[in-house]
Nanobody
């Protein structure tokens, strides 16, 4: 069993930056893929970013591509999401997730059904 904790959310002005972190416990995640998803009020959960166990394959949603970077620190059992040039549309609850599946290419990383463990979520609010 893997537990995921996501501190780092909060309120930020449009144009600002925020770094989310997701700390895993219960199992070493160095061989797992990790991803970030988000859910805005009244909307379905959507993919944001993900990377495979090695960090060499990454995937980003078009809405955040060029503004966000996902990274991992296996020694700390942690994954990060750096978000820049934030917009009010980025307001959502952000969830990190872990998958022990094997991924060939980036497409599968975007599918929430491929993930086995989920965090409780952290609120990110971007004010205009």
């Amino acid at each position: 069993q893997v537990q995921l904790v996501e501190p780092g959310g909060g309120l930020v002005q449009a144009g600002g930056s925020l770094r989310l972190s997701c700390a895993a416990s219960g199992r070493t995640i160095s061989t797992y893929a990790m991803g970030w998803f988000r859910q805005a009020p009244g909307k379905e959960r959507e993919f944001v970013a993900a990377l495979d166990w090695s960090g060499t394959t990454t995937a980003y949603a078009d809405s955040v591509k060029g503004r966000s970077t996902i990274s991992r620190d296996n020694a700390q059992n942690t994954v990060y999401l750096q978000m820049n040039s934030l917009k009010p549309d980025d307001t959502a609850v952000y969830y990190c997730a872990v998958s022990h599946d094997v991924f060939y290419g980036s497409a599968g990383l975007m599918r929430p059904t491929r993930y086995n463990y989920w965090g409780q979520g952290t609120q990110v609010t971007v004010s205009s």
